[in-house]
């Protein structure tokens, strides 16, 4: 399995609807409807023949998740070869949640019937049930064997336990618990006992005083080696916290909504470093708010007459994973909902317009060369050396007043990789941008197979990775899900237990601001 889940440090920590925006980056607010502020009906931006190709992409992006289960155990791998006859000998926690919210979303959008899916959702469980675990936790090491259901291998990686891996795991079975109640016995089993307050360190600060930081996870062994570990609780947690509002929030949100940490976690992590910090990508704009004792540093970066709050890399998944379960624009229409739509324009325009590449949507995929590696659009991303679009590293510099000068934007951008998970991640917010995109990806490359598209696209040698990586995948299911069955896996995940987590929310105000038209 790919690692999608990756760490970067910075210095002590890691960077880890309804609103459309127009073609000019203006956020404009659509009315909500449905039963709560996580629902919205059907959406009416989608003609007839929009519906039939997401649900084709649906059908064939399932068909690969189907394929992915291995039939020795009942456990998703990790990725699945173009053919859907070669799995990979490598799994963990974020496949196995993957699996049950694609699951569900194959129900809620016809492509199976309740009962199949339940009896999928019901035979991962039971694989789930036996897997090894950190009993005193509750949670599950980073990577088992799906053919036998073991660890992976005896190395120390294999012991690691991930807060965010997890988290995904856990976002699962909140969705499944509600979408079958009839399984809730064996769902609560797994749920129930992990404790995500093993993650949290309520002291750490990254900038914002006072609101805490979720450590990225430990290992149950001594690992030995560098870096060094802190030995505390019996484990040996990794020194790197996660301190930006990337996918890695995830973990938070969900350790919010079992109880498990207290409200003020909401506001530990970084939304840019203070400007009094130059290890960053350049000097934000912004402003100090205090949000339930946490004084929180409000930046944000300058873009193409945008403001951005920035992630660590600027990739789209750091940006709007979480928001596939989690309304944020709904309940944070200051925050969320104005940042959100910003992220995905900033991708569009640099693909289209400031790299030239004709195609956009960059985010930590299969390297189409071999192995894998991080994309972003480099100017929106807090990390100074950057997630660069292209296989050559072509970065920005816009330079940190008073410390460095910015330097020249640059003349031409290479090879861009185009990861198309980042269109579907788009579909809420640029509809017809998405989709038109992915349509010229299937017409231009051979980027598409029977189970949907694959995992990257290098634009201009025309390199393309075919595999399907099942946290990609699953990216693409739960948009899919969202978009044709009305948020349906946004209603399960927050049924029951959104209160903390959406007053947070809603209390907060973004620096970050739209392109003002002339």
């Known amino acids: 399995m790919r690692r999608r889940t990756l760490i970067h440090a ?41 519906r039939a190709t997401l649900t084709r992409y649906a059908a064939d992006t399932w068909r690969s998740l189907e394929a992915l289960v291995s039939p020795e155990t009942g456990l998703p791998g990790g990725f699945i070869d173009a053919t859907l006859t070669t ?97 809730n016995t064996s769902i609560r089993a797994l749920l129930d006992r992990m404790d995500f307050s093993w993650f949290y360190v309520p002291g750490a600060t990254a900038g914002n005083a006072g609101g805490g930081l979720m450590r990225g996870g430990f290992y149950d062994v001594d690992p030995g080696g560098t870096p060094p570990t802190v030995l505390e609780r019996g484990v040996y947690y990794a020194p790197a916290l996660y301190g930006a509002m990337g996918e890695t929030r995830q973990a938070t949100y969900v350790a919010m909504m079992l109880g498990h940490v207290p409200a003020q976690a909401y506001f530990g992590p970084n939304r840019s470093f203070p400007p009094t910090r130059s290890d960053q990508e350049t000097k934000p704009s912004g402003f100090w708010q205090t949000y339930r004792g946490v004084r929180v540093w409000e930046g944000a970066y300058a873009y193409r007459g945008m403001k951005v709050m920035p992630t660590w890399g600027g990739s789209m ?40 590449y004709g195609y956009w949507g960059f985010s930590p995929c299969n390297n189409p060369v071999g192995g894998y590696r991080v994309y972003g ?38 090879d861009g990789v185009v990861t198309p998970h980042a269109s579907f991640l788009a579909l809420r917010y640029a509809p017809r941008e998405a989709i038109d995109n992915l349509a010229n990806l299937e017409r231009d490359f051979d980027s598409y197979g029977p189970g ?33 069955a009305g948020d349906v896996l946004r209603d399960l995940f927050i049924q029951g237990r959104c209160a903390a987590l959406r007053s947070c929310i809603a209390e907060e105000r973004f620096a970050a601001a739209p392109r003002v038209s002339p």
């Open 10 to 50: 910075t210095g002590a920590t890691l960077g880890t609807t309804l609103l459309t925006p127009s073609l000019t980056g203006t956020a404009q607010a659509a009315p909500h409807t449905g039963r709560h502020k996580g629902r919205r009906k059907a959406d009416r931006r989608l003609t007839a023949d929009d």
């Open 87 to 183: 799995r990979g000998h490598q799994t963990g926690p974020t496949p196995f949640g993957t699996y049950l919210w694609c699951a569900t979303a194959a129900w809620k959008t016809g492509l199976i019937t309740r009962s199949a899916a339940q009896s999928k959702v019901e035979r991962t469980l039971a694989a789930l049930s036996r897997l090894e675990y950190h009993a005193p936790s509750g949670m599950f090491h980073r990577w088992y064997d799906p053919y036998t259901g073991g660890l992976k291998d005896t190395t120390v990686a294999s012991r690691f336990l991930s807060s965010v891996d997890n988290a995904w795991t856990a976002t699962g079975l909140m969705v499944v618990e509600n979408a079958f109640p009839e399984l």
């Open 317 to 356: 998944f750091e940006s709007m994973m979480p928001n596939l379960f989690v309304p944020e624009e709904l309940w944070g229409p200051d925050s969320w909902g104005v940042n959100l739509p910003l992220v995905v324009r900033s991708h569009i325009e640099h693909g289209l317009d400031e790299a030239q």
């Open 377 to 414: 659009v480099d100017a929106i991303g807090m990390n100074p050396n950057g997630y660069a679009s292209d296989q050559e590293n072509t970065f920005v510099d816009p330079g940190f007043e008073g410390v460095r000068e910015p330097k020249p934007a640059p003349g031409s951008y290479g």
């Open 452 to 484: 949907g598209f694959y995992d990257s696209i290098a634009v201009r040698s025309r390199q393309i990775s075919r595999e399907h990586l099942t946290l990609d995948q699953g990216m693409v299911m739960a948009a899919l899900g969202n978009a044709l």
